[in-house]
């Protein structure tokens, strides 16, 4: 929503385009999206498209006939995606009389597809951004028109990175839409050699090596996702660990083997190459790791 609002200050709108059914994966996204941004069911597209007497289409997927053809009867200029959770085809990008863009929330070629966030902590990069890039056939693989990168702190939530590429990507996306109407907008094809997946990852599927992954690492990696994922854990005896927060890390705590965890006070100790992590459960949620 953050996009289409900035956009709708300074170009027309003319529809509006959500996913009449999406996998599950995506519609968690958007849910936790929603909340994060503060949007509640008043604010989202089909109150927007009402309230400014924009047509609203739902797609059924990236290549949805239907939508084909509105488009092609409304003819737009350019297409804007953002959070889309399908690829579009080349009869839904041919619409666009003069460009199609998507808002990428990593700093292209690395992390192409549609869970970069994730991968962003699970490689443990230092870096992120936004990129605007032209829409091809292939996921997130044309020329790059707009980029702009950041410092990723360590252990940062991933609903605040969340928020801040939002509003990063508005700015740019608005910004790439004034260069293409002045004919200022010059791409830069992408480097393949340097390009980097970021696929969907089935939930509860074990992610962390805690016996080679250093535990400031593994910290980030888990502090930055949780709540939005938590890493699947057990206990001695088998069974589930469930954790709410991530504490801190203690380095140089190896009592016990890595990817084991022990009962405290406030929760957990998860002992990892190199130290220990403290996670909170749910009693204990906001209270102080004890030494």
């Not at 996913?19 to 995506?26: G, K, N």
């Not at 996204?29 to 994060?36: Q, T």
């Not at 609203?56 to 084909?68: E, F, K, Q, W, Y």
């Not at 660990?241 to 406030?266: I, K």
Request: proline residues 6%; contains cysteine.
């Amino acid at each position: 929503m953050i996009p289409l609002e900035a956009v709708a200050k300074c170009h027309q709108v003319i529809a509006v385009v959500r996913p009449a059914r999406s996998p599950s994966w995506f519609r968690r996204a958007v849910r936790s999206a929603l909340s994060r941004c503060g949007i509640g069911a008043q604010r989202g597209m089909s109150a927007w498209a009402k309230l400014h007497d924009v047509p609203l289409i739902d797609a059924v997927s990236g290549c949805d006939p239907d939508v084909i053809s509105r488009l092609s009867n409304l003819a737009p200029d350019v297409i804007c995606v953002s959070a889309f959770p399908w690829l579009l085809g080349n009869g839904i990008l041919r619409t666009a009389r003069q460009d199609g863009l998507n808002v990428h929330p990593s700093l292209l070629p690395r992390h192409r597809g549609p869970n970069p966030l994730f991968w962003l902590y699970y490689h443990s990069d230092c870096r992120t951004g936004v990129t605007i890039h032209r829409m091809n056939e292939r996921a997130d693989a044309g020329d790059i028109l707009a980029q702009q990168s950041f410092d990723l702190p360590r252990g940062f939530a991933i609903d605040r990175l969340y928020a801040k590429n939002a509003v990063l990507g508005a700015q740019l996306l608005v910004q790439v839409l004034g260069e293409l109407e002045a004919g200022d907008a010059k791409g830069a094809a992408q480097d393949e050699y340097s390009a980097t997946g970021a696929p969907q990852i089935a939930r509860g599927t074990p992610m962390v090596n805690f016996a080679e992954w250093d535990v400031e690492r593994v910290w980030h990696f888990l502090s930055g996702l949780c709540p939005r994922r938590r890493e699947p854990l057990w206990d001695a005896g088998r069974r589930k660990v469930r954790y709410e927060s991530v504490l801190g890390f203690t380095p140089g705590d190896c009592r016990c083997a890595a990817g084991t965890t022990h009962r405290a006070s406030f929760g957990w100790n998860l002992y990892c190459h190199g130290g220990s992590i403290q996670l909170a459960d749910a009693r204990n949620t906001g209270r102080e790791a004890k030494a």
